[in-house]
């Protein structure tokens, strides 16, 4: 749900001339989850999803995981 409870959508793009080895970042004022470039399995997407959801720390423009 969005603000004023409006159901809101988002978007997912791939970052231009990406790194596989890139974790995925947010754009959470866009609702846009950007993925590092092609990941070469479903197994390793997943893999790189979670380590960005559970390792980051903090609010910035582009969270980090460390």
Known sequence: MGYGGNQTRFTVGMVAQGDPDRLPTA????????????YPSAV??????????????GFAEAAVAV
Request: glycine letters at 8%.
């Open 44 to 57: 390793v997407l997943e893999a790189k999803l979670m380590t960005a959801v559970h390792e980051s720390r």
């Open 27 to 38: 754009s959470t004022c866009f609702n846009t989850l950007w993925l590092g470039g092609e």
